[in-house]
């Protein structure tokens, strides 16, 4: 087993010293050395069978993964696939290597794409639903490029899994029958989806149905024998001929656009959590920066102590998540185009001043961005919907190397353009609409050949022998890092198995407001909550999407988010 502290020496300034460290380290279960062949979670269990059939004929945790973006693509095509993005976290003997897969706008695109003359936002069917929203997919290119460094089994071989899926057909969901229903007219916008998904009524085909995708079988055959160039180089044009067709204005997506996507390596984010080490995407995600200032903004308080009953733990994580995405809204964006300070952002010096901002009695009454070293003078606004669009999956290998990959089509469905058997993302609203604000340039614009800032925080945490002990991430648009945070919290702190921290209730403060799930542990808390300063809670149905390998003395505990076990049936 490698140990990744060794070799990390670049990362050295991010991980060392822990100033604000007062709480003792908390012990997690013996350290065990995990004899296995390794393991997979991820939302659906056809996928889920992808990955293992793939480590069981030796492939490494890259070879596991990619099979399982690939059948997520056909079993899930409500939350991800090869017409959109992701982020991949790897573990390995390289040490941690972060791959960025994320879409890319249009070279023609300007900061006025989501704005019509008067500078007010497109109404949405334009704004969403077309080439509009459509950014160029990077799966693919992300699959290839890690496949290329840390790959063992044959390329065209981890297609298998998926092909057989797609042209013999799999069993509709309830989930993905639900998500046919609740966001129809994106699942049913084209001639082409509504023939695999909709029957002659109009109405998603019943659960138990047997869906077949031949069209994807046969893209996934192109892509298997010819590479990825089968999508990027002669598949260009008919891409960003399909796609230009269907966007009712300039900026239209062009060949070039789709022959010139890379996918690119980019520097993980690694800070110290107590006595562990919590490694996550950088920028153009603003995941890894979150989860660690979170996380690292707590580390003073004894969470231990306090536990998931006590509503003092829930008023700590709340101004912790303040403090934090007070900083995302100004800083993080696609770090090609604009300066974001990533070590200024989570250095233990600043992490300790934001923290001393939490008080533990009383609700602050506006969170401000800080300034970290190295701060441009820019902002950005957010306005994601929690939806659908995204989902997480971790593998570890027999060789203890882990993946931990976030992929997504933005919202359900993506832009509900369907080309080639998938659907196509909707990733450019994660673009802030407006330019600019007061004047001032907004750093998560929209600028030509730029990748919209992302929440997707796919996440590896290591204890203080540099083992691997979990493998996490979500799903959820902006709730993504605090449903990261949390469960980490729940595992490190807590002492939780992963299924019992994914379980716990998502609370979440965008500004003012506070959302929390109906019935949950939290909101019988309301009382207590408003006591300590805080707004009302606003209730939603519940809502989260995690999955985690966490390492155990008997080997890998592979959970899934309760909330999604319960919709895999096929009644
Ligand atoms: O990259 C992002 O942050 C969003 N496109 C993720 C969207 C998402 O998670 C939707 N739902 N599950």
């Avoid at 533990?360 to 929690?386: I, W």
């Avoid at 997480?392 to 080309?419: K, M, P």
Wanted: charged share 20%; hydrophobic share 45%.
């Amino acid at each position: 087993m490698f140990r990744p502290y060794a070799l990390l020496a670049p990362f050295a300034l991010l991980v060392s010293g822990c100033a604000g460290y007062n709480a003792p380290p908390v012990a997690v279960s013996e350290p065990a050395p995990v004899a296995s062949q390794g393991a997979v979670s991820t939302a659906d269990p056809r996928a889920t069978a992808a990955g293992e059939a793939i480590l069981a004929q030796g492939g490494s945790a890259t070879d596991a993964a990619i099979a399982v973006m690939l059948a997520l693509t056909v079993v899930e095509p409500q939350s991800s696939g090869i017409g959109g993005g992701g982020f991949m976290v790897l573990a390995g003997d390289d040490g941690v290597v972060t791959f960025d897969g994320r879409e890319t706008a249009p070279a023609a695109a300007t900061g006025a794409r989501f704005l019509d003359e008067d500078g007010e936002p497109l109404p949405y069917t334009e704004r969403v639903i077309s080439g509009l929203s459509v950014g160029i997919p990077g799966n693919i290119a992300l699959a290839a490029q890690a496949h290329e460094r840390y790959g063992k089994v044959p390329w065209a071989d981890l297609f298998a899994p998926a092909i057989a899926l797609a042209r013999d057909g799999f069993l509709m969901n309830r989930r993905l029958n639900d998500s046919l229903s609740s966001a129809a007219e994106r699942a049913s916008n084209t001639e082409a989806a509504r023939a695999i998904f909709f029957g002659a009524d109009g109405a998603p085909l019943p659960v138990g149905t047997l869906i077949k995708v031949p069209e994807l079988a046969e893209t996934f055959e192109r892509i298997a024998s010819r590479g990825p160039s089968a999508m990027y180089e002669t598949g260009a044009e008919a891409l960003a001929d399909y796609v230009a067709a269907e966007t009712p204005r300039d900026g239209r997506m062009t060949a070039a656009d789709v022959r010139s996507y890379a996918a690119k390596e980019r520097d993980p984010v690694c800070t110290r959590y107590r006595v562990y080490k919590i490694c996550g995407m950088g920028p153009p995600s603003s995941g890894g920066v979150a989860v660690a200032q979170m996380l690292g903004q707590l580390e003073r308080f004894d969470l231990a102590q306090l536990g998931p009953q006590s509503p003092q733990f829930w008023h700590l994580f709340l101004e912790s998540q303040r403090i934090a995405y007070a900083d995302r809204e100004v800083y993080l964006a696609d770090q090609d185009f604009v300066e974001v300070p990533v070590a200024g952002l989570v250095d233990p010096a600043y992490i300790a001043a934001r923290s001393a901002l939490i008080d533990p009695g009383a609700a602050m009454a506006n969170a401000e961005p800080g300034v970290p070293q190295g701060a441009p003078l820019a902002r950005a606004d957010g306005n994601e919907p929690p939806e659908s669009g995204t989902t997480h999956f971790s593998i570890v290998d027999a060789e203890g190397n882990a993946v931990s990959y976030t992929s997504t089509v933005e919202g359900a469905f993506g832009s509900g353009l369907h080309f080639g058997g998938f659907y196509l993302n909707n990733e450019l609203t994660d673009f802030s609409s407006s330019p600019a604000i007061n004047g001032v340039p907004v750093a998560n614009r929209v600028e030509g050949g730029k990748r919209p800032r992302s929440s997707m925080a796919p996440t590896i945490v290591f204890d203080q022998d540099g083992e691997i002990i979990l493998v996490i991430g979500a799903a959820g648009g902006p709730t993504i890092p605090v449903q990261v945070a949390r469960s980490i919290i729940g595992v490190l702190d807590f002492g939780m198995t992963a299924e019992e921290a994914l379980g716990l209730p998502l609370i979440m403060a965008f500004g003012s407001t506070i959302i929390t799930e109906e019935g949950s542990s939290v909101a019988a808390m309301a009382d207590e909550l408003q006591a300590l300063g805080h707004g009302e809670l606003r209730l939603l149905s519940p809502r989260g999407k995690a999955n985690a390998l966490r390492r155990t003395p008997d080997g890998w505990e592979s959970a899934g988010d309760p909330r999604v076990a319960a919709m895999l049936g096929y009644e």
